[in-house]
Structures are given as C-alpha cells and as structure tokens.
C-alpha cells in the first residue's frame, strides 16, 4: 500500500512513511496487539473488530481517555493501535496527545526527544521528522515527549486544527487513534473532543467509580462515546496476569497454542 499521497493544499501530511523504524522486538513488554498468536492480544482482537465496524461507517479519529490518570488508558490505545495494524488494507495512526504526561513513547519504548508538543508549537512543520513506525507494521506513531507546557492552548490552535483536518482528508482507509488526557486533569480532552469523531471511555475494575464515569460523560456531552473499555478486570475469573477477565482455566489459551 502506498500511503504517500498528497493531503489538500495548505494541510500537514499525516500517516506517510515513517522516518524511524522500532524493531518489533525491542518493542516494550506491554505491547501484545501485535502478536496474534498471544493469547493476552485477544481483547484487543475483539475491540479491534468493534471499531472496523466503525470506521467502516465513516468514523476516522478515535479519542482514548479516561476520568483519572492510571486507569491504563494509554495501555489499551497503544495495543488497540497495535491490533488495528494488523489488518490488511488500513492504515493506522497513533497520536499522543497527553501533551503533559504522554506515555506513548514508554510503552513502545520509543527514544523520544521531540514529538507532538514541537509541531503544534510551529518548532516543527514536517511531521514525517517525528514519526515512528514498527518494522513490518502498518502503523504510524506520533509520540510526545513529556514537556512542562500549555496544553490547552496548543490544542485549540490552528496547526491542531489542521492536522485533524489532514487525518480526515487522508486518501486511503484509515483510522487515526489519540491518547487524550484523563478528562478530570483539564480540558484538553474536551478540547480535542469538538474536532473528533468520538471517544472510547478507559475504567479501570475497583478504582475507576461510577460518579466519575458520570462526571466524565457529562464533561464530554457534545461528544460521541463510542463505549468504555474495562481494564484489569478480575473478578470472578480465574484471570491471568493481565486481568483481562478470561482466564486461563477458561480454555481460550487453546486457540492461541
């Protein structure tokens, strides 16, 4: 697939080759999506398989967030984007946009030193220079490097403006993922949500509460929630190291051996 074609006059050119290439193996510990044979990938399978569903309708750009920080938000965007690039014929994009206190780098273990907080700051103007890829992957990472910055301001600018612009005016079939920020630390991720298409809602089993799902989608209510994710559920279950809530005495493993 040939994802170099030109965006509409004026607009950033998103999704385009990557300038540096990750080894898959060098990829962090918690970066499963991409083993289909890893029996701790399939809820991100079946997520996966939800949100084709949606860009099949036309839905281009995901929010991933959360109400609090720690709830693992940042871990299911990552693997979800790491699933979705399993199939043929998309094109996925990995976004940070937790400006702050982004983590998308750590979790692919990306050595980062500029990222999304130097382009929408105008110190950067081809996003190919702070792209990252997987080898043998069709996805392409955006990462931020943890700066002490003013979130808010960069994200309601014009050269954000644009590039959500870009994404949806993207060629091929695409889907475009952002890790936003947990909704209660400020209102980048209700900024943001104006521009996308909707968002899935990250909770974690035992501390995320219900008054703050509440809270959060009353802060969000103009946007799209395509769903929550449950992370780390246990349970009832005879759950594995990732608590994913299936188990290993369930018989599941069987598939993946």
Known sequence: MNFQSPAPSGLPIIGTEPRHFLPVENLGEAIVGFR?????????NLL????????????RVIGVTSATPRVG???VACNLAASMARLPDLKTVLIDLDLRRGSVAERFNLPVERGMTEYLAGRIDDLSEIAWGVAGQELTIYPAAV??????ELLAGSRFQELIAAARAMPEQAVV??????IFA?????????LIDGYLMVVEDGVTTAKQVRDSMRLMKSVRCFGTVLNNYVQGFTGDDYGYGYGKGSGYSDYYN
């Open 36 to 44: 289909s044979r890893d029996e701790r990938s399939r809820p991100f």
């Open 48 to 59: 996966r398989t939800q949100i084709a569903r949606l860009v099949a309708g036309g839905v």
């Open 73 to 75: 938000k940042t871990f």
């Open 147 to 152: 700066r002490k910055v003013l979130s808010s």
């Open 177 to 182: 993922l952002c890790d936003l920020p947990p």
């Open 186 to 194: 400020n209102d980048d991720a209700m900024i943001v949500g104006e």
